[in-house]
């Protein structure tokens, strides 16, 4: 059985850092892409960043380059896992934060929700001002 289980969401104000792991199980971690969602209240969800475990290739969203860092143990470790570092975090960023599963790649990091085969529940994450 599939699952991808988020956590490390929180609170935080304006500046602060929160790292974001997602726990992935059930599937060949190291043929798939692991994506990055977001969704804040009463908007659509958008990609933020992905790296593809075949090949290393990362994309971020224009948005948090710079800010934010992807990363994945692409299997060395027993337990499969990508991290998403965030950094000098804005109230903008506030949302609740999604991984995904691409067994295609990350697609040139086009983020499109359609492609993704696997989802988590997500984690809440605020950035207050």
């Known amino acids: 059985e599939v699952h991808l289980v988020e956590s490390g969401g929180g609170v935080v104000q304006t500046g602060g850092s929160l790292r974001l792991s997602c726990v992935a199980s059930?599937?060949?971690?190291?043929?798939?892409?692991i994506g990055w969602f977001r969704q804040a209240p009463g908007k659509e969800r958008e990609g933020v960043s992905c790296?593809?475990?075949?090949?290393?290739?990362?994309?971020?969203?224009d948005s948090v380059k710079g800010r934010f860092t992807i990363s994945s143990d692409n299997g060395k470790n027993a337990v499969n896992t990508v991290t998403l570092q965030m950094s000098s975090l804005k109230p903008e960023d506030t949302a609740i934060y999604y991984c995904?599963?691409?067994?295609?790649?990350?697609?040139?990091?086009?983020?499109?929700?359609?492609?993704?085969?696997?989802w988590g529940q997500g984690t809440q994450v605020t950035v207050s001002s």
């Open positions: 790296i593809d475990n075949s090949d290393g290739h990362i994309y971020y969203k």
């Open positions: 059930g599937f060949a971690f190291g043929d798939y892409a």
């Open positions: 995904a599963a691409d067994r295609v790649g990350c697609q040139r990091g086009l983020f499109n929700m359609a492609w993704y085969d696997y």
